[in-house]
């Protein structure tokens, strides 16, 4: 067994108020990789921005090929060979590929930035994560999918020992996850450790050679090879022995709620879409990234105009141009980015709860101030939201909980159909739970859902049929016997639905 | 509101210091004039605020007031050449103009949209637009009357401005223009504009025009009355919160209300039976303490709330006392008041009254504030209180003897000891108010910031009977401010409209996602902007009489920016107070007249100011980041359980 080639001992941080690590210990070892689980508020990210010099520890110490270092800068940590990439994308996307991946230490011939350096060094490392495009693409032209590779590209120029991946894949797509974890792999054989924080418990069973689990600030134990499982995983997050996760039942369908009819998207002129929705049923919609999920449900929305065809409420062609009209018909949308268009940040979980619904409770222009108290207060307690207050910002609050108050938004107006983009993008297992038993409830009670998601677990557990686009169209759909995950890539990915029933035939 | 505290404060903090240093500032003549440019800016301010809590900026309004001031003018002029009837066939085409002007703007996203159905109504209003015009050109001119004229070029004087702004908010949200870029090449055109539209020759009104002066000249009624209702208000509003507070408080709410209705009612009762100067004194000292303890004691039966440990009826009449002795000893350490030997004037039965409702409810509030902190053991709250105890006992105490030894009274007696003593005496007052206030707003209840209010209420009413109000006019622009003020501020603060100007401000895009219809809320802020920067146009005009198309209204928006960033509104959007936005005018307006009453060089006065709010932004980020840090780990503690 060799030696750790990092070391993690007796290592605690305190802020006002709180210890966010008590006494842990953790060691890697080269040409592994190392999954680091844990809720939020575990410690999960307090011990990786140490690792990453982004703070240091006040008790305890780190230990780099057996010797004691000092990391008290990312400078630092960079010298040692650690690098952080983070989940929130850092690129500065008005520049150019190669400009982001070599910013802070471009190359500079005759003190001038050397752009051919730039582009040679990048198509290296671009070609590394099997990411096709020019050095010279402005980063901002790319989907967030691309632009997480390109994270990654930029930490893999710096020649990396210890490489932190802080939820790679939460953007990713099946294929580019897929691309990630060969990327990952060929690293490891390197020689290169990885650490790998994720909440997709099956990509680290895919993925770790061991898992570290953190609870409550603690090393709440560590799993080999040979024990990971996703029990096992949860398990050690949780504290106790869970019971059998329910699964979802899928109800007998209600009455037809939306119908769409050759509906043309802007982002994809030459398609038309094809479906209809019933009353209590949860539609997954699959996709690879760019497939035009988003798009599409920006249009049932109202956020953008359709070019053609028709969308029918409860059996009424309605001209939907604005998200007021959307929501007059029952129809309400969570985002994919809860913090750009989900939630206004710097307002509090009152004023972001009731912001949809303040039309509507008004009382001849003005606003209703019991109304607001009695919805949040509703909605805090329905969707299990930790907030200190209702005043609190909702820039302080985790991943989840922000979700669970756009959520709370949403609910208030009582809709009969809900569009989810991705709604467990980013959040703890726990909150997870929450929001599937709440599809679920909402479901009982004849709410119509679809959900958009490039989470496979979640499409095959949580949807009674699973719609899959590709480039734009929807190359099939599946009812939950026929739903595999072989299935929906073969949909995804461009085949045609008689194809994919011959795989399940064979 | 803490911010509004903090720029309320430093307004104190400046007319004091000013007023110690040139008691010429106090003086009725400079204290109207303050008033008046206060109000005038103030206005301009309101409306660059709605455009700031958009998160875009107005740079033209300066330019805009410009204009105003040549259109005005020049139009009245013009139409005592004419029969005066002309003014309603000018109204009809003007209006007709600005109809088909907001109807074409309103059609052209629905055509390059192709909404063509949508396009009923802007076609609608360019029919009525040019059926008004063809009508005003056409109509033979009929007798009105000459007020009526008047007010009527006024009146599309102001739709000129409604326009320009409804074209502002259009070149933004549909041609998707930047705001500083549009309102930049505002400001040189209108400026331009006016230049071409006059020849540059001055304008005014010359002698005539005296009832449409008035408006912004005139001076209705004394300033007493104005501060009154300042005060009333804010004592009715206190009530009114406290109504609304949990039941849980109702015993006390009913014991408080009950003492305030008998002080005064004793209070009005005194004043007009003067024979009994401090009658109210004692009533409230026996009826006042009476039912609040009633009050305390009947919800201490009420088992279901705390206890309290002490028993309240005798909490009560110390604490009052106590209160009572602080306020007199504190303000008054010299018999009379404390201001007037230096103003040299008799205090009036109008300051007498405002000194008395003012401590009425100062005492009042404090014996509330003090009896709820010992029942829920808020100990910090006593702080300010033993602080000014520590002071009156100092000056009640100490034996006279002995401040003769080491100086004091020989120090307290003389010129410049009577001035310093005076400013202590009131910087303790105000830091102790401010410092309470910020208590007891930020961790209690309904209950206890309607009982702050009540006590700011009290400050307000004390603090005016120092200075010698009741011989100030206030000036009719005043009155328009605060009217203006009122009505900006519950928009912004109380309907669904200021709701949705905060959020965008904040987030554009999440606004949108949530069913806000973004682009007719920004239209709106521009319309509120240029609208209100036309009313105070008008009234600069007035005013001043005299305006150079060259120059007048230069930079005024960017006294309009300063004052509205020093009142709280940030630059990046989704913030602003209406309250804090006219306290910084004034603060603007202080400075500028400080600077010339002090006599400091003028060349200084842009560096002055440049610095006062600077240093104002700079504390004010300062205070933001604490919040930010105590809700960190509100939130980081809350994860963890």
């Given at each position: 067994m060799p030696s750790p080639i990092l070391q993690v001992r007796n290592v605690s941080k305190r802020f006002p108020g709180v210890k966010a690590l008590t006494d842990v210990d953790m060691d890697l070892y080269p040409g592994e990789v190392l999954a680091v689980l844990g809720e939020n508020g575990a410690g999960k990210s307090t011990l990786m921005k140490i690792l990453a010099g982004v703070q240091e520890p006040d008790e305890g110490q780190l230990l780099v090929d057996g010797k004691p270092v000092r990391i008290d800068s990312v400078r630092a940590a960079s010298a040692q060979g650690i690098v952080l990439i983070h989940q929130e994308l850092n690129l500065s996307d008005n520049l150019d590929v190669g400009a982001n991946i070599f910013l802070g230490r471009e190359p500079l011939f005759c003190g001038l930035i050397d752009r051919t350096k730039i582009d040679e060094g990048s198509e290296v490392v671009l070609k590394k994560v099997g990411l096709d495009v020019s050095p010279r693409t402005i980063v901002n032209t790319l989907p967030i999918g691309k632009q997480q590779m390109i994270e990654i590209a930029k930490a893999l120029s710096v020649n990396a020992r210890v490489l932190i991946m802080d939820e790679p894949t939460s953007s990713l797509s099946t294929k580019e996850t897929q691309a990630l974890f060969r990327v990952v792999k060929d690293l490891r054989s390197q020689g290169v450790s990885i650490i790998y924080i994720s909440h997709r418990l099956g990509e680290v069973e895919e993925l770790a050679d061991r898992v570290t689990v953190l609870r409550d600030g603690e090393n709440a134990g560590n799993i080999d090879k040979e024990e990971i499982s996703h029990d096992r995983m949860v398990q050690l997050m949780v504290g106790r022995e869970i019971s059998q996760i329910y699964s979802h039942e899928p109800l007998p369908p209600g009455e037809l709620v939306l119908e769409v009819e050759d509906l043309v998207v802007p982002a994809n002129p030459g398609h038309k879409l094809n479906f209809s929705l019933r009353a209590g049923e949860i539609v997954g919609i699959q996709g690879l990234v760019g497939a035009g999920r988003t798009e599409m449900l920006q249009v049932l929305f109202g956020v953008e105009k359709k070019l053609g065809g028709f969308i029918k409420v409860a059996g009424q062609p309605l001209d939907i141009k604005t998200p007021l009209d959307a929501i007059g018909a029952g129809i309400a949308l969570v985002p994919e980015d809860r913090k750009k268009q989900g939630l206004v940040v710097e307002m509090s979980v009152r004023e972001n709860t009731s912001l949809a619904s303040l039309r509507q409770k008004q009382i001849f222009g003005f606003l209703n101030s019991s109304h607001e108290t009695e919805i949040t207060d509703e909605m805090i307690e329905k969707l299990n939201i930790k907030t200190p207050h209702a005043m609190q910002v909702a820039r302080y609050l985790s991943g989840g909980n922000q979700q669970k108050v756009v959520l709370g938004k949403w609910l208030a107006m009582g809709p009969k159909i809900l569009l989810l983009d991705e709604p467990t993008r980013g959040i703890d297992v726990g909150a997870k739970e929450e929001i599937y038993q709440l599809m679920e409830q909402l479901a009982e009670s004849g709410v119509a859902i679809i959900f958009v998601s490039s989470e496979m677990e979640e499409v095959l557990r949580m949807s009674d049929r699973t719609i899959v686009m590709h480039e734009g169209r929807i190359s099939g759909e599946l009812k939950r016997n026929e739903l595999s995950e072989e299935a929906i890539m073969h949909l995804a990915t461009g085949g045609d639905l008689a194809a994919s029933n011959d795989i399940e035939a064979l | 509101m803490k911010k509004v505290l903090g720029i309320f404060g430093l307004l104190v903090f400046v007319c004091l210091l000013t007023t110690i240093l040139n008691p010429d500032f106090a003086k009725p003549y400079n204290i109207q004039n303050t008033l008046r440019w206060t109000s005038l800016f103030g206005i301009i301010s309101i409306g660059v605020a709605f455009v700031i809590i958009t998160g875009g900026i107005d740079l033209s309004i300066g330019s805009l007031v410009g204009l105003i001031g040549c259109i005005l003018p020049m139009s009245l002029l013009e139409l005592q050449k004419q029969p005066p009837g002309t003014a309603l066939n000018w109204t009809f085409i003007a209006t007709g103009i600005s109809l088909l002007c907001a109807g074409v703007m309103w059609a052209v996203p629905k055509i390059s949209g192709r909404?063509?159905?949508?396009?009923t109504r802007p076609f609608a209003l360019l029919v009525i637009g040019i059926a008004l015009l063809a009508n005003g050109l056409i109509m033979p001119v009929i007798e009105i009357p000459a007020w009526l004229s008047i007010s009527l070029v006024v009146v599309w004087t102001i739709e000129v401005a409604i326009i320009i702004g409804l074209l502002h908010g259009f070149l933004i949200t549909?041609?998707?223009?930047?705001p500083f870029v549009v309102t930049l090449c505002g400001l040189l055109f209108y400026r331009g504009f006016s230049r071409w539209l006059t020849d540059d020759q001055t304008q005014g009104f010359g002698t005539g025009f005296q009832e449409l002066k008035t408006i912004a000249t005139g001076r209705p009624f004394q300033m007493v009355w104005v501060i009154f209702a300042i005060g009333f208000a804010i004592l009715c509003l206190g009530v009114w919160q406290l109504l609304q507070a949990n039941s849980s408080a109702k015993t006390i709410r009913l014991g408080f209300i009950g003492a305030v209705i008998a002080v005064v009612t004793m209070g009005m009762f005194d004043i007009f039976n003067?024979?009994?100067?401090?009658a109210t004194l004692w009533s409230i000292t026996i009826i006042g303490p009476l039912a609040i303890g009633f009050g305390i004691w009947v919800r201490s039966r009420n088992k279901s709330l705390v206890e309290p440990q002490v028993s309240p009826i005798a909490v009560a009449v110390v604490g009052y006392i106590l209160a009572m002795a602080g306020i007199y000893g504190v303000m008054y350490p010299q018999p009379g008041l404390a201001l007037s030997w230096q103003l040299e004037i008799t205090p009036s039965l109008a300051q007498i009254i405002m000194l008395q409702a003012g401590q009425l409810l100062i005492s009042t509030t404090f014996l509330i504030l003090l009896v709820n902190a010992l029942i829920g053991k808020r100990f910090v709250v006593l702080a300010p209180f033993l602080v000014v105890l520590l002071v009156i006992g100092l000056y009640l105490f100490t034996p006279p003897e002995f401040a003769e030894a080491i100086g004091f009274t020989a120090f307290a007696t003389s010129d410049n000891g009577k001035i310093l003593l005076t400013v202590f005496n009131l910087s303790l007052v105000v830091g102790c108010t401010i410092f309470f206030l910020r208590i007891a707003v930020q961790k209690a209840g309904v209950f206890i910031r309607s009982v702050a209010f009540l006590f700011v209420a009290g400050i307000i009413l004390n603090l005016a009977g120092m200075i010698p109000i009741d011989q100030v006019q206030v000036p009719a622009p005043f009155l328009m401010l605060m009217a203006l003020a009122v009505i900006a501020g519950v928009f912004l603060n109380f309907t669904i409209y200021g709701r949705y100007l905060l959020a965008l401000g904040r987030n554009e895009e999440a606004a949108r996602y949530s069913g806000i219809n973004t682009d007719a809320m920004i239209v709106l802020a521009y319309v509120i902007c240029s609208g209100l920067a036309a009313v105070a146009g008008i009234l600069f005009a007035l005013d001043i009489n005299s305006i150079q198309p060259s120059g007048h209204g230069n930079f005024y928006e960017l006294y309009a920016i300063a004052a509205a960033v020093l009142g709280g509104c940030s630059l990046r959007g989704g913030e602003g107070s209406i309250l804090g936005v006219v306290i910084g005018a004034a603060v603007m307006r202080v400075l500028y007249n400080a600077i010339n009453i002090l006599g400091i060089p003028t060349q200084l006065e842009f560096a002055i100011i440049g610095a006062v709010i600077l240093a104002g932004v700079i504390v004010d980020e300062m205070f933001k980041r604490i919040g930010e840090k105590r809700a960190r780990i509100a939130a980081l503690q809350t994860e963890k359980n």
């Open positions: - | 909404d063509l159905r949508e396009l549909q041609v998707k223009l930047q003067s024979a009994l100067p401090h």
